[in-house]
């Protein structure tokens, strides 16, 4: 039975857990010298003019990890998704202290979105209008390889899961360049998320449990969310990765409902499309940062920081709405819609800056 306890009370406790242990890791993060310092650190995407600490997943993570160990029935599953959210973390501390090649993170991101697929959370299938069953399946080739207890790998559905996890973790990272954007559009998600894991939670117990785990999460991120709103005292930092990897999880998790991510996420989504094409259209990694994001090119445009976070607020919020009340093939289309806008939208900014540096 759905009651306060069972989703309120999560949310609640992991929001008070990030409340009281963010002010905690500013301290921690100010003796260990896990500061973001504009003047030391170089990054061509910073935009922030004063030194502020890093190292916000801990605090997120200790909501998150805690919370649930603390509601939820303790299993494989849980405990390999708790472990990938726990690494993720850490290894973005130590890239928050020294810095760490994106390569080197990115494999960690493969080895953390690892766990979870070893533990069962696996995209079987997505929405496909052209088919006679409205389905495209993965689930038909199978290797007879047991790892951590799971007795086969289901190649192409494991593969885009990882795939799906390592994507998401560093897309929505990238919203981060702006003062509580990210973790405003990351509540909006995980609740989106939890409302819709609701509708099965009456036959499903999984669809339950999937619900209370995101409205954990969607708790540690608004308990983040007062301490990086401008002007931000702290940072997510690489240890914000987690956010992503729950979200991504959760996703897959609530009956394969990534397309509901997808369509709550569009905007950061579609940005971090268009930011890595052009990258590669200009002969340059996809891995290494500019000033060419949505939130830059906003900036640019005399837009202020609570007012871009704000916008990618509203957006998300009208995308979660849109998203509970669209069937699958509706979300689909309403992607394909929102790529060509907001597309269009990038590439119309983008020439106007361009025009504007020129004429400089």
Known sequence: MISVYTLFFPFLIAFILVIATTPVMISVAQRFKLIDDPKIRKHPAIVHTKPTPRGGGVPIGIGIILTSLLFLPIDRTLVLVLLGASIAVLVGVLDDKYDLSPYARLISNFFVALLPVFGGITILFITNPASPNGILSFDNLRLPLGVFGKDSVILMADILSLLWIVWTM???????????????????????????????????????RTAQLSFITAGAVAGFLPFNFPNARIFPGYGGTIIGFMLAVLSIHAGTKVATALLVMAVPTIDAVFTIMRRIAAARSPFRGDRGHLHHLLLQKGFKVWQIAIFYWAISLLLGIIALTLSSTQKLFALIALAIVIGGGLLWLSYLSEEETTKA
């Open 170 to 208: 560093n897309m929505l990272n990238w919203s981060t360049g702006v003062n509580g954007q990210m973790p405003g559009i990351a509540a909006i998600a995980a609740i989106t998320i939890g409302f819709l894991s609701l509708r099965f939670s009456q036959l499903d117990e999984a669809s339950l």
